[in-house]
């Protein structure tokens, strides 16, 4: 398959205005820098998928909503996390209300909610709407667990490298899911994350 070159400004360009700005905001204020900078790039990622796959001129797609999903994925490993459910579930607590404060209808706060709530789940997260599947992908595209050949990947990797050897999102969530017993059900990422940290230390 032959590749076009994306010219750097179309790849890299992020939303604009008030809500845009407030949700990268709160990432940047709340989260650790690696942290935040995955979340950039699940969004890019994930913008670049849904070009790949032409789903940017599909009714559903909504480049702003996307934005907030993606940014916002990781809040529930950030300052603000209360430690009292699974990350995943926190974190889309946190971007709900923020939403909700910003004037964002209803429906689409609850899009955005389940998009966060559920972007780690394998197997389900991209069996449901555009904006979940799209911000499932784009945070596995960026974790490494989602292979796939698109214009634009080595320029987002350029600006936002990953850090060699980097486990600030894991160790985050082990972080977190020490918290409390609600933070680790049985079956959860951040569960099998516990148990394999637990596991390291008792070698």
């Given at each position: 398959m032959t590749l076009t070159v994306e010219p750097v400004e179309n790849v890299l360009t992020l939303p604009e205005g008030p809500l845009a700005e407030a949700c990268l905001s709160l990432a940047r204020t709340t989260e650790r820098a690696p942290i935040a900078d995955h979340s950039i790039?699940?969004?890019?990622?994930?913008?670049l998928l849904a070009e790949h796959e032409d789903s940017v001129h599909d009714s559903a797609y909504d480049e702003d909503l996307l934005f907030a999903a993606c940014v916002l994925h990781d809040?529930?490993?950030?300052?603000?996390?209360?430690?009292?459910?699974?990350?995943?579930?926190?974190?889309?607590?946190?971007?709900?209300?923020?939403?909700?404060?910003?004037?964002?209808?209803?429906?689409?706060?609850?899009?955005?909610?389940?998009?966060?709530?559920?972007?780690?789940?394998?197997?389900?997260?991209?069996?449901?709407?555009?904006?979940?599947?799209?911000?499932?992908?784009?945070?596995?595209?960026?974790?490494?667990?989602?292979?796939v050949e698109m214009d634009g990947l080595a320029i987002v990797r350029d600006?936002?490298?990953?850090?060699?050897?980097?486990?600030?999102?894991?160790?985050?969530?082990?972080?977190?899911?020490?918290?409390?017993?609600?933070?680790?059900?049985?079956?959860?990422?951040?569960?099998?994350?516990l148990r394999q940290k637990r596991a390291g230390e008792r070698m």
């Open positions: 790039r699940s969004f890019l990622y994930a913008r809040l529930g490993l950030g300052s603000r996390a209360r430690g009292e459910t699974r990350f995943e579930v926190e974190g889309a607590d946190l971007a709900a209300a923020l939403l909700s404060d910003d004037g964002l209808a209803a429906p689409d706060v609850d899009r955005v909610w389940e998009a966060i709530a559920l972007h780690s789940c394998l197997r389900i997260a991209d069996r449901l709407g555009l904006l979940t599947y799209l911000t499932h992908r784009g945070v596995m595209i960026d974790v490494g667990r989602d292979a600006v936002y490298p990953r850090p060699a050897n980097d486990n600030s999102i894991a160790d985050a969530i082990v972080a977190h899911a020490s918290r409390s017993e609600a933070c680790a059900p049985p079956g959860s990422l951040a569960a099998e994350l």
